[in-house]
C-alpha cells in the first residue's frame, strides 16, 4: 500500500532508494528457509521428529537432537527445554534441506519460492556462488544493491558485506520483494493453513513455559495484539518484517547498516524495544491513524 525510501543507497552516487533496490536481509532469510523445510515437511520428505543426525549433523549431548529443536532455537541443554537465538546452530538446517530436497538449499529456494512468485530482486548473496542459480546476470543485479555503510563518530564508512549464504543468513531482496513474500505467506501460497499456524505458533518447553519464537519466526504479543515477526542483523545490514495477522497488515524495513537492529535485544524476543516496530504498531495497529492508500 505504501513505500519510500529513506537516506541512500548509495551515499557517494547520492543515490536514493527504491521499493526495488535490493538489500541483505541477514537473518530475514530465516523464514524463506523455514518455508522450503515445512513444505518438504508436508510433503512426507522430512519430519520435525527426526533425529539430526540422520542428516549428517552431529551435535555434542547426550539427548537426540531433533530437526524441530534447530528450526525453533531450542537444540541447546536439554533439547525443547530453552530458548536460545543461535544463527549458527539454524545454519545447519542447511544439510537437512540439501538431502530432503535431493539439491542444495538455493536450489530449493529458487523453484519453491523465488520463482513460483515471480521475485525478480530476490537472490543468494551474489558473492556467493550460489547466486548462479538465480539465473540473474550477476553486474546488473548488484548495480541496484544497496552499498553497505558503518556508522561511526556520525559518518558513514562504505563496509564490505559478508560473502555467505546459507539458511540462516544471506538472501538479498527488494523490500517490495519481502512484501510479496509475505503476502503469499498470508494467502497460503506456500504452506497449509495448518502448517503455517504451526510456524506461527510459539513453542513452550516440557514444564509448560512459552518461547517467543515458532518455527523460523518470532511470535509474540504487543500490548495484548499477536505479532509475528523477524529481525536480521549483520555487518553493514539489518532488517525487520512485523506482521500482525489478525489485521492483515505488515511492516518491512531493509537497511545498509546495522542500526535497525544492532542497539536492541531482538534476539531475545523482544520486539517492544525497537522503535521502529512500535512506532508501526502504536500508529496503526493499536493506534487508530488511517492507512495510506498508495505507494
Known amino acids: 500500500m505504501w513505500a519510500k525510501g529513506f537516506g541512500f543507497a548509495d551515499i557517494s552516487a547520492q543515490r536514493v532508494p527504491a521499493d526495488t533496490t535490493t538489500y541483505h536481509l541477514a537473518s530475514l532469510t530465516k523464514p524463506f528457509a523455514s518455508t ?3 513444505q518438504l515437511v508436508e510433503e512426507g520428505k522430512v519430519s520435525l521428529d527426526d ?6 549433523i552431529s551435535l555434542p549431548g547426550s539427548d537426540v537432537i531433533r530437526v524441530r529443536h534447530l528450526l525453533s532455537m531450542t537444540s541447546e541443554g536439554t533439547p525443547g527445554s530453552k530458548f536460545l537465538y543461535n544463527g549458527d546452530r539454524y545454519a545447519l538446517l542447511e544439510s537437512v534441506i540439501t538431502r530432503a530436497a535431493g539439491k542444495s538449499f538455493a536450489a530449493a529456494l529458487q523453484e519453491r519460492i523465488i520463482s513460483r512468485i515471480g521475485l525478480t530482486r530476490t537472490a543468494p548473496n551474489p558473492q556467493s556462488p550460489s547466486f548462479s542459480v538465480s539465473g540473474l546476470d550477476k553486474a546488473t543485479f548488484e548495480e541496484n544493491l544497496a552499498h553497505g555503510y558503518t556508522y561511526t563518530n556520525r559518518s558513514y ?4 558485506y559478508p560473502s555467505s549464504f546459507g539458511t540462516a543468513a544471506g538472501l538479498t531482496a527488494s523490500a517490495l520483494d519481502v512484501a510479496q513474500f509475505s503476502m503469499a505467506m498470508d494467502r497460503d501460497v506456500f504452506l497449509k493453513p495448518a502448517t503455517k499456524a504451526l510456524a506461527w505458533t510459539p513453542v513452550t518447553s516440557p514444564a509448560g513455559e512459552t518461547f517467543p519464537y515458532g ?10 495484539v499477536r505479532v509475528i515477526w523477524h529481525y ?4 553493514a545490514n539489518s532488517s525487520l518484517i512485523v506482521k500482525v495477522p489478525d489485521r492483515g497488515l505488515t511492516f518491512v524495513v531493509l537497511a545498509n547498516t546495522d542500526g535497525l537492529s544492532s542497539p536492541y535485544p531482538l534476539g531475545a524476543g523482544k520486539l517492544d524495544t525497537s522503535p521502529w516496530a512500535r512506532e508501526f504498531l502504536d500508529t496503526f ?9 498508495s505507494r
Do not use: Q
Not at 533425529?51 to 549428517?56: C, L, R
Open 36 to 38: 522450503v523445510l515445512l
Open 232 to 235: 536480521g542483523y549483520w555487518t
Open 51 to 56: 533425529p539430526v543426525s540422520m542428516y549428517g
Open 157 to 160: 564508512s562504505p563496509t564490505t
Open 285 to 293: 495497529v493499536i493506534g487508530s491513524l488511517a492507512l495510506p492508500d
Open 215 to 224: 518455527l523460523g519466526w518470532f511470535s509474540t504479543e504487543y500490548r495484548g
